[in-house]
């Protein structure tokens, strides 16, 4: 599949971003295909499954990535006259916030906004109290953006 050709469907405010990330997230929990590891996009294991971070529950959900092929925010810019896409951005900006970094992510989006850089708990999804606070994180980090108009 040819991931330049997917549409932008995705938010532009970093605030409905997050909640879009998170549903997705929550989504692929419960898929025996799809295996959470914050550490990497969109990766196939080669077997069965497919490991995915928060902006790459938002491509196998949300953007339809096959869970065979291997994606990451650059595999929706084309690199002939290389050109960040929107897609690309806002994938980038997700990351950034999974990190507690929404000044960046801002940046990404053309955006700008006051928030500075938070601790944002590190997901763990068999550790229930490390889950539980990474979403807590989230959401106190949307509300706290989409209050400011973001």
């Known amino acids: 599949m ?4 997917i549409p932008d469907s995705l938010p532009n405010k970093p605030s409905e971003l997050i ?4 549903r997705d997230l929550r989504t692929l929990e419960t898929c025996k295909d799809y295996s959470i590891n914050m550490a990497t996009f969109h990766k196939p294991d ?5 490991e995915v971070c928060l902006a790459g529950a938002v491509m196998a959900c949300t953007l339809c990535v096959p869970k ?6 650059m595999s929706f810019t084309d690199i002939i006259g290389y050109t960040p896409s929107r897609l690309e951005k806002k994938l980038l900006a997700i990351n ?3 990190v507690g970094c929404p ?4 940046l990404f989006l053309g955006r700008t906004t006051s928030l500075k850089p938070r601790f944002i708990t590190l997901y763990h999804k068999n550790r229930r109290c490390r889950r539980y606070n990474f979403f ?3 959401n106190q980090l949307a509300d706290d953006l989409a209050q400011e108009g973001n």
């Open 19 to 22: 909640r879009l990330a998170l």
């Open 2 to 5: 040819n991931l330049t050709q």
């Open 46 to 50: 080669g077997l069965t499954k497919c």
């Open 68 to 73: 065979h092929q291997r994606a990451s925010p």
């Open 136 to 138: 807590k994180d989230m």
């Open 103 to 106: 000044e960046e992510a801002c």
């Open 96 to 98: 950034c916030l999974r």
